[in-house]
């Protein structure tokens, strides 16, 4: 049987005129995260990403830019120390993070 991904992915929209893409990541119920930031796991792999992205037949040009929202469920194991999965509690009260951009021209981000 396989596992469930522990992050779920929803892309909103895909604009490769504007080389943008807007997801959501959500930290699933009953799954363990050394933080509760979404971005933490999501290395910024913009060669990878583009070539996942050509796969499915859509071409981004450079720089490309994500629109991302990170979402928490309720009963999302987060580490008290990010560096012992064993210490996780789970998040009582599901959040959703205001929406921020990633952007390849700005290593800031």
């Known amino acids: ?18 080389n943008e893409l807007s997801l959501s990541l959500t930290l699933r119920s009953g799954s363990r995260y050394c933080c509760p ?10 060669d990878s990403l583009r070539r996942w992205l050509s796969h499915a037949g859509i071409e981004m040009g450079v720089p ?10 309720r009963g999302a194991l987060i580490a008290e120390d990010s560096n012992d ?4 509690k789970p998040v009582e009260d599901a959040w959703n993070a205001e929406e921020y951009v990633i952007d390849e021209s700005d290593p800031s981000t």
């Open 1 to 18: 049987m396989r596992s469930k991904a522990p992050y779920g992915i929803d892309v909103s929209a895909v604009l490769p005129d504007q």
């Open 64 to 73: 490309m830019r994500i629109r991302l929202r990170e979402i928490c469920e």
């Open 85 to 88: 999965l064993s210490t996780c």
């Open 37 to 46: 930031i979404c971005r933490c796991g999501f290395n910024q792999e913009w």
